[in-house]
């Protein structure tokens, strides 16, 4: 149980029950903090993408940034099937030109089974594109051919649709601190009294034998509309830390209050083909091929443990792997209180970040404000964090790699 004597702006008494877990994680701060920097190079990208945490212990804040693209990603598929249902309606502009074969009687049945925003028709057709633009196929196969390949077996026989969890139980999707976890669920789990397991069975009492023809004609029309948008990128979230896998997952385990251990989202953090173990000294990532890096209490907490040369050392790294018009964002990046030596190192780091031609932004604010941006549970957790016993404001740096990089 949490309480607490203030609110979260004023210095407060908060006790934290044993039972609820002693292990802080930078949740919805961090996403806040790193999130505007993503999407610039999201939207200003059309090709795959790679985002690296590093230091990251259990990987929470990477299954936060997985579930941020996927929202993102079901919410294209909606308005992808939305448009596909307006040029559907457009019979005169032949937009969709065998829906022009199909008496009145047929069209307004089939408009019947897609039209209503929760249909099952409706989710059955958008689930095959919200998994291909999560899961998008190779770059060799990213044509019409394949993808509409892809999308007319998958209208054809799958049985599952895109269900929403808000997390954790109990919760409503809206609430502060929640979540949302989004899972391919079986049609019969979500709806048990209905016949048709696919869209190729809703559509069969329609179309009889044409459905297949029908389904064909629907994959080609989104497959155009996927390649004309060049809407296929895979954006792939990685997690780094020198401590085995294993371990951090168990210590998550022993730390995590058993509410957050019983949800997907938490589960989902222990896949470990997503997490990298290793030194930070020695980043294995090629030159030019990570978009966007992120540190949460990484800089400037060990670099008493580098000392200088490490710490230029690892600047160098990050500058020449990031690719041009990648950016990173190191939270907390605070100078003020920090010892004297701590400070030049600092200030070292971003200076050689300028002779390699990078650009170097920053944000302070203090820790009322910072707090104020909190969900429960990080404010509560927060003062085990040692950014949070320091004093004085605290700095979120952005390093940005221009598209094309002037080396002083």
């Not at 200003?44 to 990251?56: E, F, G, Y």
């Not at 809206?174 to 869209?199: A, R, S």
């Not at 580098?306 to 990046?333: C, H, S």
């Not at 920053?362 to 990080?378: A, C, F, G, V």
Request: hydrophobic share 40%; charged share 25%; glycine share 6%.
């Amino acid at each position: 149980m949490i309480s607490e004597t203030n609110n979260h702006t004023s210095q407060s008494v908060i006790e934290l029950d044993p039972s609820e877990g002693d292990v802080y994680a930078w949740g919805k701060t961090a996403r806040i903090k790193a999130e505007p920097a993503f999407l610039a190079i999201y939207n200003a990208s059309k090709k795959d993408l790679v985002a690296v945490d590093l230091a990251s212990s259990y990987p929470h804040f990477r299954q936060i940034m997985v579930g941020q693209h996927n929202q993102r990603m079901q919410t294209e598929a909606r308005k992808m099937t939305g448009a596909f249902l307006n040029a559907f309606q457009e019979v005169r502009k032949n937009k969709i030109p065998i829906v022009s074969t199909f008496d009145r009687d047929t069209f307004v049945n089939l408009l019947r089974k897609i039209g209503p925003r929760k249909s099952l028709g409706r989710e059955l057709l958008s689930a095959p594109l919200y998994q291909i633009l999560v899961d998008p196929p190779s770059e060799d196969q990213r044509n019409v051919e394949s993808v509409s390949n892809f999308l007319f077996e998958r209208f054809m026989n799958s049985d599952e649709i895109i269900d929403i969890v808000v997390e954790p139980e109990g919760s409503r999707q809206g609430d502060k601190g929640n979540w949302i976890y989004l899972q391919p669920k079986k049609v019969e789990k979500k709806y048990p009294d209905v016949e048709e397991k696919t869209l190729s069975q809703v559509f069969q009492e329609i179309l009889g034998d044409r459905t297949p023809e029908f389904l064909r004609v629907v994959a080609e029309y989104f497959a155009s509309q996927l390649i004309k948008s060049e809407g296929l990128r895979r954006v792939t979230f990685l997690s780094f830390d020198i401590m085995p896998f294993n371990q951090i997952v168990n210590d998550a385990k022993g730390g995590f209050p058993q509410k957050m251990q019983d949800t997907l989202f938490f589960k989902s953090a222990q896949d470990g083909e997503r997490h990298i173990t290793g030194d930070v000294l020695y980043l294995p990532f090629a030159s030019n091929s990570v978009d966007f890096f992120t540190s949460f209490e990484g800089w400037p907490f060990y670099a008493m443990s580098f000392k200088m040369d490490g710490n230029i050392e690892i600047a160098r790294q990050i500058a020449d792997q990031l690719v041009p018009g990648g950016k990173a964002v190191f939270f907390g990046w605070t100078m003020d209180q920090n010892t004297q030596y701590t400070i030049e190192i600092l200030r070292q780091v971003v200076k050689e970040w300028g002779k390699l031609g990078l650009i170097v932004e920053r944000e302070s604010q203090t820790k009322n404000e910072i707090r104020s941006l909190m969900t429960d549970r990080e404010f509560v957790l927060s003062d085990r964090s040692p950014l949070f016993k320091q004093s004085g404001i605290i700095t979120t740096l952005t390093l940005s790699k221009p598209l094309s990089v002037e080396v002083a």
